[in-house]
């Protein structure tokens, strides 16, 4: 893609292995999930307990798809032109 660059992962595929993240977790917001899966598990996984960690995920998680849905859609655009 022209506009886009691909994220850079900032967490190794090892340091998601020793923080045992499934699969499906392992994505470009993995790195926020370490510590608030450590918060969850410190706090006996209280709702209110780890706020600021949940929302950093979930932004980082909106943002992403986001990022992914103006990929798709300028791929639409462009087979529409062709």
């Keep these: ?21 499934p699969l499906r977790y392992r994505d470009y917001c993995a790195h926020m999930l370490v510590p608030l899966n450590k918060c969850r ?7 209110w307990k780890c706020e600021e960690e949940r929302h950093l995920y979930e932004k980082c998680q909106y943002d992403d798809f986001m990022r992914r849905s103006r990929m798709l859609a300028q791929i639409n655009e462009a087979k529409s032109q062709q």
């Design 41 to 47: 598990h410190r706090t006996m996984y209280m709702p």
């Design 1 to 21: 893609m022209a506009g886009f660059t691909e994220p850079e992962m900032k967490i190794s595929a090892q340091e998601m292995a020793e923080a045992q993240l």
